[in-house]
């Protein structure tokens, strides 16, 4: 009975360091999207007056002897979001992400297919994929003066295409990886079996290994969503004009010429950081369900 005490005990000691240790990494994840949400709501002279209360809880006492008394205020948002092209932005934001996510998925499931079940061992096929791999090794940095040189020479500068097609190239080679070994997994007896019952390629894809590779989509997904919605620095030698620039270059804008008005600084982090939220929110069932779905069958 004692020896039954004593693991019970630590069973429960252990739980209560667990969950300990978690509510503090969830303070500390949660409590700077508190700040910065609870800051974009103040002047900047209640902001340096009070960078950790709440809005309008700070009093300040003039020269004459009056009282200033702030109180929250909206007008930050407003002013971030005409000064920002915030419209414009996310329009642009919103249409790089759901093309280039899409593209990447369905291109990388062709390319994984012909490559794992069509012709998996032929020497095109091997130096073809290697290509690929070869490719995830590369970093943008690596690429953005030759990319610049390219888009230019194509007369794709200040575009949308201009923008998109490097954003598919740049997520093909991960997109294909994941793509290619995942289809390896599956048993090519469907394959074949579809084939001796008269299906074509196209039809096998479509109906067997696109819908048994959800899980790897859902991973491309997520890995597309986050990479093309904070893509910054690509973006920044692609375009020049307003016009064409994501929300990640707007929300920079507030930190150069408006560096002293923290209250728009913060609103424009705001307005940055809903999007993604809203996405995960919105998804959060899916995205935890096809990496845990993608991490057993792996």
Known sequence: MANIKDKSWKSHLGMVI???????FTVLAIYPLIWLTLNSFKTTTEFQLNKLGLPGTVE????DGSITKFKPTVINYVDAWTRGKFPILIFNSVLYTAVTTI???????????AFAKI?????????LY??????????????????????????????????????????MPMGVYLATEYIRSIP????ESARI?????????????????KPVATTLAILSVTGTWNEFMLINILTSNDKYK?????????????????????????????PMLLFYLVFRKEITKGVAAGAVKG
Not at 131 to 156: D, R
Not at 188 to 191: H, I, K, P, R
Not at 197 to 213: L, Q, V
Request: without cysteine; charged residues 10%; proline residues 4%.
């Open 18 to 24: 667990v969950y300990a240790i978690l509510i503090v």
């Open 60 to 63: 300040r006492l003039n020269a």
């Open 103 to 113: 593209v990447v998925i369905i291109f990388s499931f062709m390319s994984g297919f």
């Open 119 to 127: 012709r998996p061992n032929t020497k095109t096929t091997k130096g």
């Open 130 to 171: 290697g290509s690929y791999v070869i490719g995830i090794l590369m970093t943008l940095q690596s690429i953005m003066v030759p990319l610049f040189l390219v888009i230019n020479w194509m007369g794709l500068y200040d575009t949308r295409i201009g923008v998109l097609i490097p954003y598919i190239g740049i997520g």
């Open 188 to 191: 090519s007896a469907l394959v």
């Open 197 to 213: 019952d008269g299906a074509r390629y196209g039809k096998i894809f479509t109906s067997i290994i696109f819908p048994m590779g």
């Open 246 to 274: 994501s929300l990640p270059v707007g929300v920079q804008k507030f930190a150069g010429a408006l560096s002293s008005d923290f209250g728009k600084q913060f609103a424009a982090l705001v307005i940055g950081l809903i």
